[in-house]
């Protein structure tokens, strides 16, 4: 009953706003009728969860939604660069699940998209301004994603099935460094190798246990 109840004055709320922008009743101010709707359903939708905490699903379509208001808003204004607005869209899309990880500390699996996509949000920032060379950004890619997967790691320290996220961030770490200091060539090589040394390793200690005995 909540539900249908704000839904349907959001709907009414939205209508009377696009028939009053185009009676004129705004004057020379003209706000995008789609940032006002993209953004007052995301409004709702983190309302929703508000209320009701078990609702954790509406924090996605509730954040993503305000983020394209924000895209859309910028488009008029120009406050921000383009690099910038796509960043700040793409944390938009990242954050709600980092939200559901603080929400319930059981859904470890949101700090997957949610860190990947801070990651790539803040690279999106960085890269705006081109100071930054194609190899730097690759190896702060890396390190942001080791980071994300270290993190994890230590959020479930008590899961010992959850040990390959160790092994995920080393490995990100190794071929970050090797970046930075061989060049992106050298580490066309020597990251593969790497790859196949970890993955040699992993199946020692599977077998060799079993060959001993």
Known sequence: M?????????LIA??????????GWFGAMQFPFWAFAFGLLGVIFL?????NRRQWWALIPGCIMLGLAGMIINGETKLLSDAQAS???LFSIGLPFLLIYLVDQRM?????????????????????????????????????LAIVFGVLRFVTRANPLM??????????????????????VATAVIGPA????????????????????
Do not use: C, H, K
Request: aromatic share 14%; proline share 3%; hydrophobic share 65%.
């Open 87 to 89: 960043a700040l869209f």
């Open 108 to 144: 470890w699996w949101a700090l997957i998209p949610g860190g990947v996509l801070s990651v790539i949000a803040l690279i999106t920032f960085l890269t705006g301004s081109g100071a930054i060379s194609g190899t730097t950004i690759t190896a702060i890619i890396l390190f942001g």
């Open 2 to 10: 909540r539900g249908r109840l704000i839904w349907g004055l959001s």
């Open 47 to 51: 309302v929703t969860f508000v209320s």
């Open 163 to 184: 040990g390959w996220a160790t092994w995920v961030a080393v490995i990100l770490v190794l071929i970050g460094a090797l970046i930075l200091i061989s060049g992106p």
């Open 194 to 213: 790497i790859l196949i040394g970890l993955g040699l390793f992993l199946l020692a200690r599977v077998y060799w246990p079993r060959l001993r005995s």
């Open 14 to 23: 939205i209508g009377a706003f696009f028939l009053a922008q185009q009676l």
